[in-house]
């Protein structure tokens, strides 16, 4: 045997132990699932720099316009069209489909986010709602475990707007009454910044939605730099009325607790080497 055949063999040996991004991805599908939000710890989380960067499809180049609707309990997002959004990577297997944005948010700049990261509270949070494509719809997927992925943002209210806001922030000015709704271009996402979604660090755990009924069914993934967003434009948000036109002050559901052994991981995305 010469030299140069050892040499290819141990080559191939070193590439053999590293672990699949499916594989990862299959563990935190197997975590157990608890009821959402949760405080969480950051630097008591295990770090995963293995899994797949997430790849968000079709959020920001969407051909169609979206819909912003008052429902009486929060702004409600979706776009017109035939073809949605689609989210992959990451933690979740397969490809899971956009099916609506919502918010949350409080009276005070701390206590509007659900989600708590470190002891650190929020003027509210943001959550895109997704269902797994191998089910028919939202409807049938909430019955499964992996039938939901759910990513978050923390948004920070600041002093400043932030201009990538605004064309969102026009479309809340004009849904102030319950069950008024107005047409978004698509380019009303502008505020979720791709580099920080591709490659920046979140946590993610198995849990629940927030409003009833609760179905434990959602993969979380919450971003952990928040997003910042000026005062006056938060303040529309807390200017749309619910039932009696009265605003809609909190719509936030309290963290709960955390059962034994239930896990959450923090996962740093490693830009994908060329
Ligand atoms: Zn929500």
Not at 179 to 193: E, R
Not at 215 to 234: A, F, S
Not at 254 to 262: A, K, L, S, Y
Request: hydrophobic letters at 35%; proline letters at 6%.
């Amino acid at each position: 045997m010469s030299n140069k055949i050892i040499k290819l063999n141990l080559g191939s040996m070193a590439v053999k132990p590293k672990k699949t991004a499916a594989s990862d991805a299959e563990q935190i599908s197997k975590l157990r699932a608890s009821q959402s939000p949760i405080a969480i710890s950051v630097n008591r989380c295990p770090t995963w720099t293995s899994l797949d960067p997430l790849k968000f499809k079709g959020y920001w180049d969407n051909v169609g316009s979206g819909i912003l609707l008052n429902t009486g309990q929060t702004a409600y997002f979706t776009f017109e069209t035939k073809s949605q959004p689609r989210l992959s990577g990451g933690p979740v297997i397969g490809e899971y489909i956009f099916e609506q944005m919502h918010f949350h948010w409080s009276v005070d700049d701390f206590t509007g986010c659900e989600h708590v990261l470190d002891g650190h509270g929020y003027a509210a949070e943001c959550h895109l709602v997704h269902y797994n494509s191998k089910y028919e719809s939202m409807e049938a997927a909430v019955a499964h475990p992996d039938g939901l992925a759910v990513v978050g943002f923390l948004l920070e209210a600041v002093d400043a707007p932030n201009p990538s806001f605004d064309k969102f922030v026009e479309g809340l000015d004009q849904i102030r009454k319950q069950d008024t709704a107005v047409q978004l271009p698509s380019q009303s996402l502008a505020w979720i910044d791709r580099e920080d979604v591709t490659s920046g660090s979140y946590v993610t755990y198995k849990g629940s939605l927030t409003t009833p009924p609760y179905t434990e069914c959602v993969t979380w993934i919450i971003y952990e730099k928040p997003v910042q967003i000026g005062t006056e434009q938060l303040g529309l948000l807390r200017q749309l009325e619910g039932a009696g036109s009265i605003p809609i002050e909190r719509n936030v559901r309290p963290t709960q607790r955390h059962p034994p052994g239930h896990s959450v991981i923090y996962v740093d995305q490693v830009k994908s080497k060329l």
